[in-house]
T-cell receptor, first 114, second 109 residues
Framework: KAGVTQTPRYLIKTRGQQVTLSCSPI?????VSWYQQTPGQGLQFLFE???????NKGNFPGRFSGRQFSNSRSEMNVSTLELGDSALYLC?????????????FGEGSRLTVL | TQLLEQSPQFLSIQEGENLTVYCNSS?????LQWYRQEPGEGPVLLVT?????EVKKLKRLTFQFGDARKDSSLHITAAQPGDTGLYLC?????????FGQGTRLTINP
Protein backbone atom coordinates (compact mmCIF):
# COMPACT_ATOMS: atom_id res chain seq x y z
CA LYS A 1 0.00 0.00 0.00
CA ALA A 2 1.62 3.25 -1.14
CA GLY A 3 2.17 5.88 1.51
CA VAL A 4 1.53 9.59 1.39
CA THR A 5 3.46 11.25 -1.41
CA GLN A 6 4.47 14.89 -1.35
CA THR A 7 6.03 16.81 -4.21
CA PRO A 8 8.33 18.52 -4.61
CA ARG A 9 10.61 17.41 -1.75
CA TYR A 10 12.75 20.53 -1.89
CA LEU A 11 12.31 23.92 -3.44
CA ILE A 12 13.84 27.36 -3.27
CA LYS A 13 11.87 30.51 -3.98
CA THR A 14 12.42 34.23 -3.57
CA ARG A 15 10.33 36.70 -1.64
CA GLY A 16 7.15 37.72 -3.41
CA GLN A 17 6.86 34.54 -5.46
CA GLN A 18 4.17 31.96 -4.99
CA VAL A 19 4.44 28.20 -4.54
CA THR A 20 2.18 25.19 -4.95
CA LEU A 21 2.77 21.96 -3.08
CA SER A 22 1.10 18.67 -3.84
CA CYS A 23 0.01 15.77 -1.65
CA SER A 24 -1.31 12.38 -2.74
CA PRO A 25 -2.95 10.59 0.19
CA ILE A 26 -3.13 6.87 0.85
CA UNK A 27 -5.71 5.25 -1.38
CA UNK A 28 -9.12 5.34 0.28
CA UNK A 29 -8.26 8.15 2.68
CA UNK A 30 -10.57 11.12 2.28
CA UNK A 31 -9.05 13.46 4.84
CA VAL A 32 -5.92 15.44 4.04
CA SER A 33 -4.46 17.90 6.51
CA TRP A 34 -1.51 20.25 6.12
CA TYR A 35 1.05 21.41 8.67
CA GLN A 36 3.94 23.84 8.80
CA GLN A 37 6.96 22.73 10.79
CA THR A 38 9.67 25.16 11.89
CA PRO A 39 12.31 24.88 14.64
CA GLY A 40 10.85 27.84 16.50
CA GLN A 41 7.12 27.14 16.29
CA GLY A 42 7.04 23.38 15.98
CA LEU A 43 4.29 21.72 13.97
CA GLN A 44 1.34 24.02 13.28
CA PHE A 45 -1.98 23.06 11.72
CA LEU A 46 -2.79 24.83 8.45
CA PHE A 47 -6.03 23.26 7.25
CA GLU A 48 -7.89 20.03 6.68
CA UNK A 49 -9.84 18.90 3.65
CA UNK A 50 -12.38 16.12 3.56
CA UNK A 51 -14.20 15.11 0.39
CA UNK A 52 -13.11 18.30 -1.39
CA UNK A 53 -14.36 20.58 1.40
CA UNK A 54 -12.21 22.56 3.79
CA UNK A 55 -13.35 21.30 7.14
CA ASN A 56 -11.10 23.35 9.41
CA LYS A 57 -8.45 26.02 9.25
CA GLY A 58 -5.60 27.06 11.49
CA ASN A 59 -4.42 30.57 12.30
CA PHE A 60 -2.53 31.41 9.15
CA PRO A 61 -2.97 34.44 6.88
CA GLY A 62 -5.02 34.26 3.70
CA ARG A 63 -1.83 33.88 1.67
CA PHE A 64 -2.03 30.21 2.60
CA SER A 65 -4.73 28.35 0.73
CA GLY A 66 -5.50 24.85 -0.35
CA ARG A 67 -7.86 22.64 -2.22
CA GLN A 68 -8.73 19.00 -2.63
CA PHE A 69 -9.65 17.22 -5.81
CA SER A 70 -12.21 14.47 -6.37
CA ASN A 71 -9.48 11.83 -6.19
CA SER A 72 -8.55 13.18 -2.70
CA ARG A 73 -5.24 14.61 -3.90
CA SER A 74 -4.62 17.97 -2.33
CA GLU A 75 -2.61 21.06 -3.10
CA MET A 76 -1.63 23.98 -0.95
CA ASN A 77 -0.59 27.34 -2.26
CA VAL A 78 1.36 30.12 -0.61
CA SER A 79 1.29 33.47 -2.36
CA THR A 80 3.55 36.49 -1.89
CA LEU A 81 6.19 34.45 -0.11
CA GLU A 82 7.95 35.89 2.92
CA LEU A 83 11.24 34.83 4.50
CA GLY A 84 9.30 33.47 7.47
CA ASP A 85 7.50 31.00 5.24
CA SER A 86 10.67 28.91 5.04
CA ALA A 87 9.67 25.64 6.64
CA LEU A 88 8.96 21.97 6.18
CA TYR A 89 5.39 21.56 4.96
CA LEU A 90 3.86 18.23 5.88
CA CYS A 91 0.64 16.71 4.74
CA UNK A 92 -1.11 13.82 6.39
CA UNK A 93 -3.96 11.61 5.31
CA UNK A 94 -6.44 9.70 7.42
CA UNK A 95 -9.65 7.76 7.04
CA UNK A 96 -11.74 9.89 9.36
CA UNK A 97 -11.48 13.14 11.24
CA UNK A 98 -8.50 14.57 13.06
CA UNK A 99 -7.86 12.93 16.39
CA UNK A 100 -10.11 9.97 15.70
CA UNK A 101 -7.52 7.80 14.07
CA UNK A 102 -4.00 7.56 12.81
CA UNK A 103 -2.50 10.29 10.69
CA UNK A 104 -0.14 9.09 8.00
CA PHE A 105 2.39 11.75 7.15
CA GLY A 106 4.34 12.29 3.99
CA GLU A 107 8.04 13.11 4.07
CA GLY A 108 7.33 16.78 3.56
CA SER A 109 8.23 19.56 1.17
CA ARG A 110 11.08 21.70 2.41
CA LEU A 111 10.61 25.28 1.24
CA THR A 112 13.39 27.84 1.45
CA VAL A 113 12.53 31.47 0.76
CA LEU A 114 15.46 33.73 -0.08
CA THR B 1 0.34 30.69 22.59
CA GLN B 2 1.21 27.01 22.60
CA LEU B 3 -1.77 24.96 23.74
CA LEU B 4 0.40 21.95 24.44
CA GLU B 5 3.64 22.38 26.35
CA GLN B 6 6.18 19.62 26.09
CA SER B 7 9.10 19.19 28.45
CA PRO B 8 11.93 18.86 28.27
CA GLN B 9 12.54 20.28 24.81
CA PHE B 10 15.91 18.54 24.56
CA LEU B 11 17.14 15.43 26.33
CA SER B 12 20.41 13.59 25.87
CA ILE B 13 21.01 10.47 27.94
CA GLN B 14 23.07 7.30 27.92
CA GLU B 15 21.86 3.98 26.61
CA GLY B 16 20.11 1.98 29.30
CA GLU B 17 18.77 4.95 31.26
CA ASN B 18 15.09 5.66 31.82
CA LEU B 19 13.35 8.89 30.88
CA THR B 20 9.99 10.62 30.97
CA VAL B 21 8.64 13.24 28.59
CA TYR B 22 5.70 15.40 29.60
CA CYS B 23 2.91 17.00 27.60
CA ASN B 24 0.78 19.52 29.51
CA SER B 25 -2.11 21.82 28.73
CA SER B 26 -4.86 23.82 30.38
CA UNK B 27 -7.25 22.54 27.70
CA UNK B 28 -9.18 19.30 27.70
CA UNK B 29 -8.61 17.02 24.74
CA UNK B 30 -10.92 14.35 23.39
CA UNK B 31 -7.87 12.28 22.58
CA LEU B 32 -4.13 12.63 22.59
CA GLN B 33 -1.59 11.08 20.29
CA TRP B 34 2.17 10.61 20.45
CA TYR B 35 4.29 10.61 17.31
CA ARG B 36 7.99 10.07 16.65
CA GLN B 37 9.75 11.86 13.83
CA GLU B 38 13.17 10.95 12.46
CA PRO B 39 15.30 13.27 10.30
CA GLY B 40 14.04 13.58 6.74
CA GLU B 41 10.78 11.82 7.49
CA GLY B 42 7.28 12.69 8.59
CA PRO B 43 6.00 11.87 12.08
CA VAL B 44 4.84 8.30 12.72
CA LEU B 45 2.08 7.52 15.18
CA LEU B 46 3.11 5.64 18.31
CA VAL B 47 -0.14 5.61 20.28
CA THR B 48 -3.54 7.22 20.76
CA UNK B 49 -5.02 7.60 24.25
CA UNK B 50 -8.68 8.44 24.66
CA UNK B 51 -9.81 7.73 28.22
CA UNK B 52 -8.73 9.80 31.22
CA UNK B 53 -6.28 7.77 33.32
CA GLU B 54 -5.56 5.40 30.46
CA VAL B 55 -2.16 3.70 30.36
CA LYS B 56 -0.84 2.03 27.23
CA LYS B 57 2.37 0.10 26.83
CA LEU B 58 4.33 -0.38 23.64
CA LYS B 59 7.35 -2.57 24.43
CA ARG B 60 9.63 -0.30 26.50
CA LEU B 61 7.38 2.76 26.06
CA THR B 62 4.59 3.55 28.52
CA PHE B 63 2.04 6.25 27.74
CA GLN B 64 -0.34 7.76 30.26
CA PHE B 65 -3.28 10.11 29.74
CA GLY B 66 -4.12 12.32 32.72
CA ASP B 67 -7.37 11.79 34.59
CA ALA B 68 -8.65 15.19 33.44
CA ARG B 69 -7.50 14.58 29.86
CA LYS B 70 -5.31 17.69 29.95
CA ASP B 71 -1.89 16.08 30.12
CA SER B 72 0.07 13.03 29.12
CA SER B 73 3.44 11.44 29.69
CA LEU B 74 5.71 9.12 27.81
CA HIS B 75 8.11 6.95 29.80
CA ILE B 76 10.90 5.00 28.13
CA THR B 77 12.62 2.23 30.03
CA ALA B 78 16.19 1.21 29.22
CA ALA B 79 16.53 3.64 26.33
CA GLN B 80 18.23 2.42 23.16
CA PRO B 81 20.02 4.43 20.43
CA GLY B 82 17.12 3.51 18.13
CA ASP B 83 14.82 5.58 20.36
CA THR B 84 16.57 8.73 19.17
CA GLY B 85 14.20 11.15 17.48
CA LEU B 86 11.73 13.99 17.89
CA TYR B 87 8.75 13.01 20.04
CA LEU B 88 5.57 14.98 19.47
CA CYS B 89 2.33 14.95 21.40
CA UNK B 90 -0.84 16.06 19.64
CA UNK B 91 -4.23 16.78 21.11
CA UNK B 92 -7.57 16.79 19.32
CA UNK B 93 -9.73 19.83 20.08
CA UNK B 94 -12.49 21.46 18.01
CA UNK B 95 -11.76 19.15 15.07
CA UNK B 96 -8.18 20.38 14.93
CA UNK B 97 -4.99 18.66 15.92
CA UNK B 98 -2.71 20.76 18.10
CA PHE B 99 0.91 19.67 18.40
CA GLY B 100 3.39 20.29 21.16
CA GLN B 101 6.76 21.73 20.16
CA GLY B 102 8.37 18.35 20.58
CA THR B 103 11.08 16.74 22.65
CA ARG B 104 14.30 16.04 20.81
CA LEU B 105 15.70 12.89 22.37
CA THR B 106 19.25 11.63 21.83
CA ILE B 107 20.35 8.30 23.21
CA ASN B 108 24.12 7.94 23.33
CA PRO B 109 25.63 4.45 22.99
Amino acid sequence: KAGVTQTPRYLIKTRGQQVTLSCSPISGHRSVSWYQQTPGQGLQFLFEYFSETQRNKGNFPGRFSGRQFSNSRSEMNVSTLELGDSALYLCASSLGGLGTGELFFGEGSRLTVL
Amino acid sequence: TQLLEQSPQFLSIQEGENLTVYCNSSSVFSSLQWYRQEPGEGPVLLVTVVTGGEVKKLKRLTFQFGDARKDSSLHITAAQPGDTGLYLCAGAVDQKLVFGQGTRLTINP
